[in-house]
């Protein structure tokens, strides 16, 4: 059975929150398509939008984290970099202070993230540093 | 008038078990329409099938077709998909042969949204609601009444607000090249907003778009700056037409201009300098 169809997402790009969507052959993304009857995109996209799909299988995209060790980046599994992240935030908030710690967010985050980095920011790290990166 | 709904539901029943696929709409997520290749194998993705708001078809075509080039189609098309249709044949970037043409006729309030003069099919042997006569094109005809001067500053104006997103070149069926004079920084300088006049990008558009627009307005659709360029597109037809007698996407036998060599003669009544 020969497959084709479209899925309908939002633009991982910027804040606009623009309608798209992704053209699906046989199990492979092959393009992108506007949403004409989108309430925001409304049939638009910029040329991210329209290349939206061009990272997802692209050679050059990480597959998983690196750390840098000995000045080289070396692949690690996220349970190891997550661990090494907390460590050294903690070590951070334990030697200077909550304070000396700021995070910025995102609008390539959808609301939820957003909403969670503020709760780890204020709750968790126990610091006001929060700010979006569109205030940069 | 039947609705054209039901009538193409009717068609679609009919045709589905006999081909490999058919390519029309689906109303998606909040409505949203997109292309889909309905199949065989499951016969009730046909309730979401959608006609409006028109998609440019024959380019899905196309990806679908090269995947599979012996599967045999069926494709919902209006006028304008279907003369994108035959002028991408012509081209080389469809099978005729193992296509089926389901004509979707467009009514009358389509025909004034795309400002089409014609909105109906000619090849499709079964045809979807009652074609309507082709409406004037009020802005390609108020620009045309313009002085030289007047068209300079109207171009001017419109491209200032182009941001360069590709998208009438993405979204065009007819645009099909492997290697795209657009992204050749020879033509198209890169990173500068608004783009340096004479605006390269939109100039070679219309060269490329000689003898090959079927006039869809797909471009115009996905502009998020709402430049009318049809309006160059439909105006350089009329003159490929008068020139050449070549109307794009009428006959499957005509051979575009472009894909003729001009004896002497035929060359003088261009007016082209030779």
Not at chain 2, 37 to 60: C, F, H, N, R
């Amino acid at each position: 059975m020969i497959e084709y169809k479209n899925v309908l997402t939002t633009c991982p790009y910027c804040g606009t929150g623009c309608a798209l969507h992704l053209q699906v052959l046989d199990g492979d993304l092959v393009g992108v398509l506007p949403a004409k009857n989108h309430v925001i995109s409304q049939g638009g996209l910029c040329i991210k939008g329209w290349n939206a799909h061009a990272f997802v299988q692209h050679k050059d995209r990480l597959r998983t984290p690196l750390i840098r060790k000995n000045g080289t980046l070396v692949e690690a599994s996220w349970d190891e970099a997550l661990t090494l992240v907390a460590e050294k935030l903690g070590a951070v908030k334990a030697e200077s202070g909550p304070d000396s710690i700021a995070v910025l967010t995102s609008a390539k985050c959808t609301n939820e993230e957003n909403y969670l980095l503020s709760k780890f920011t204020r709750a968790v790290i126990g610091t006001n540093n929060i700010d979006h990166c569109a205030r940069l | 008038m039947i609705d054209r709904t039901n009538a193409l539901h009717e068609a679609l029943d009919q045709v589905l078990p006999t081909v490999d696929g058919v390519l029309g709409l689906k109303s998606g997520p909040s409505g949203i329409v997109a292309p889909y290749l309905y199949s065989k194998e499951q016969p009730g993705e046909l309730e979401a099938l959608a006609i409006w708001p028109k998609m440019p078809v024959p380019d899905t075509l196309k990806i679908i077709q090269k995947a599979h080039p012996e599967a045999q189609f069926a494709v919902v098309c209006r006028g304008c998909e279907e003369r994108g249709i035959v002028e991408m044949v012509k081209h080389a970037q469809l099978n005729w042969n193992n296509l089926t043409l389901i004509g979707l006729q467009c009514t009358q309030d389509e025909a004034l949204f795309c400002r089409c003069a014609k909105p109906y099919t000619t090849h499709s042997k079964v045809t979807i609601g009652e074609p309507v006569a082709g409406v004037p094109d009020p802005v390609t005809e108020g620009f045309a009444a313009k002085s030289q001067t007047e068209k300079l500053a109207f171009w001017k104006e419109q491209f200032l607000h182009c941001i360069k997103c590709y998208g009438c070149r993405n979204i065009c069926p007819q645009c099909f090249c492997n290697v795209c004079a657009l992204e050749d920084e020879k033509w198209v300088e890169n990173g500068r907003l608004p783009m340096s006049l004479p605006p390269m990008y939109h100039l070679v558009r219309a060269m490329h778009m000689t003898a090959k627009c079927v006039a869809c307005r797909e471009c115009e659709e996905t502009c998020p700056a709402d430049i009318p360029m049809a309006i160059q597109f439909r105006l350089i037809a009329r003159d490929v037409e008068e020139m050449f007698g070549y109307e794009t996407g009428a006959s499957i036998d005509q051979k575009p201009p472009q894909l003729l060599v001009l004896e002497e003669g035929e060359y003088e009544r261009t007016g082209l300098p030779h």
